[in-house]
């Protein structure tokens, strides 16, 4: 019988990113293991993910080859209302 490896599933919590500057900006979480999420996010955009409570969201800007890291903001404090969900799932479904 072939099982399959027991990684502990951390509980995911719906985040809310907005870029707020003129730039492109790269977003990804790096400090979770077996965790992936690497995003293009364009100035004025929202952008909503699930991630675990512990994440650690980091801003990258300026070009490709040159690009720093500008921010690292907890996924803790980008946790959307839990009135945010039930409206959200309510036009969802509509």
């Not at 690292?72 to 799932?89: G, M, R, V």
Request: glycine residues 2%; proline residues 6%; aromatic residues 6%.
């Amino acid at each position: 019988m072939l099982s399959s490896p027991t990684i502990s599933t951390p509980k995911l919590v719906l985040c809310c990113y907005v870029n707020a500057t003129a730039h492109v900006e790269v977003i990804r979480i790096t400090n979770i293991p077996h965790w992936n999420l690497e995003r293009v996010v364009f100035p004025g955009q929202r952008l909503l993910f699930k991630a675990p409570i512990s994440a650690k969201l980091e801003i990258h800007t300026g070009m490709s080859i040159s690009s720093i890291i500008s921010e690292t903001i907890n996924c803790q404090d980008l946790i959307l209302p839990a009135s945010f969900h039930a409206e959200t799932k309510t036009s969802w479904t509509a």
